[in-house]
C-alpha cells in the first residue's frame, strides 16, 4: 500500500495554515489592545499625537514624547542591528523608556520594567490604561 504525496502533507498543510491564520489574527488583536491602551495613556497625560500608538516605529516615538524623553530615543531601535551586543542595548533602552513612562502616570518605575515580560505585559498596560493612578506623593515639610 502506498501514499501519495499529497494524501499525506495535505492535511498537514491545512493544520499549518489554519494554525498560522490563527496566530496572525491573535497578533493582530494584541497589537490593536496594546495600541488602544498607549493611546489611552497619552490621552489621559495629555500628550499630543495619540493616534501614533497605532503606527510601528512611530508608538516608540509616543512613548518617549510621555515619559518626557528627547525623541531621539526612539533611534535607538536601531541599536538592534549591532550583532550580539544591540539586542541587549535595545532591552536596556526599552525598559529605561517605561521606567519614565510609568512615573509619568505615578506608577512605581518598576512597572515598566514588567512590561519587557511578554505575559505580565498583558495585564499591566492594561491597568496602567485604565485603572485608577494613585495621587502624586508629595515630600514631607519639615517645621
Known amino acids: 500500500m502506498s501514499l501519495d504525496n499529497l494524501d499525506v502533507y495535505g492535511p498537514l498543510f491545512a493544520i499549518f495554515g489554519i494554525f498560522f491564520l490563527f496566530l496572525i ?13 498607549l493611546m489611552t495613556i497619552a490621552k489621559n497625560t ?7 500608538a ?3 516605529i512611530a508608538n516608540i516615538y509616543l512613548m518617549t514624547q510621555i515619559g518626557k524623553l528627547p525623541g531621539w530615543y526612539t533611534f535607538g531601535i ?50 496602567m490604561a485604565w485603572g485608577t493612578a494613585p495621587a502624586p506623593s508629595r515630600p ?3 517645621k
Open 46 to 52: 495629555k500628550t499630543k499625537h495619540g493616534w501614533l
Open 78 to 127: 536601531l541599536l538592534a542591528f549591532i550583532p550580539i551586543l544591540g539586542p541587549i542595548l535595545v532591552i536596556i533602552l526599552a525598559g529605561y523608556i517605561q521606567w519614565k513612562l510609568a512615573e509619568r502616570i505615578n506608577r512605581p518605575g518598576w512597572w515598566g520594567i514588567l512590561l519587557l515580560i511578554p505575559i505580565v505585559k498583558l495585564i499591566i498596560i492594561g491597568v
Open 54 to 56: 497605532f503606527i510601528p
Open 25 to 37: 489574527i491573535i497578533g493582530i488583536a494584541l497589537y490593536i489592545y496594546f495600541a488602544i491602551a
Open 140 to 142: 514631607k515639610r519639615k
